[in-house]
């Protein structure tokens, strides 16, 4: 499950410190990624007493109360460096940094368990850490292709560059929204009763 990413793009940086050089060449950007692992801890014998563990000590989610495992996302973007194209105000250089955490249940009591519980498990945990590895899929993808979208953006020399925000802004919506939808979409398809991880989920829960 995906927390709802941030999005930070200071407007004073998108309309502050604009240059007027003779030539302005192709944008220049990077994209800073850097992903982290953190834990909880869970007890019990078997699925029941593991899920009730889950319940009491997942990360909190405003939808579910507490998620199994979480994918959260923090997208920061600095512009650099803008100049001038003919009549347009263009960005020459940004940096984008991309944050990702993953928080994953580690089961404490797992020696004490019986062997069908602790396979049990291991599949179950398999695919959860997929399914979270596929949001931090989606969002490196939506982080480099908001990289491409920032390196377009415009705004009129004729106007002193104050619409630069305008656009942007408008631009950059959209992106963000089309990027929710498609990490909303993704928990849908895993959520369905069909979905491998809703069958691993059942047949952990029937461990004991």
Partial sequence: MVKLSRLAVAATLLTALITAPAMVTPADAKVIIKERTKYYSV????????????????????????AIATTTTSIKVRIMKFGIRGRNCVVES???????????????????AKPNVRKAWDAFEARVEKHEETHGRISREYARSLEKKLKTL?????????????????RLKQAYVGYLKRQRNFDIREGSARSRIRRLQAALLEAN
């Fill in 43 to 66: 007890t019990g014998r078997d699925g029941k007493s593991l899920f009730r563990s889950i319940r009491q000590r997942g990360p909190k989610h405003r939808m579910t109360g507490h």
């Fill in 94 to 112: 940004l940096n984008e940094f991309v944050d990702i955490t993953y928080k994953y249940p580690r089961w404490r009591d797992r020696n004490r």
């Fill in 154 to 170: 415009f705004g009129r020399k004729s106007k002193g560059c104050k619409d630069f925000g305008k656009f942007s802004e408008r």
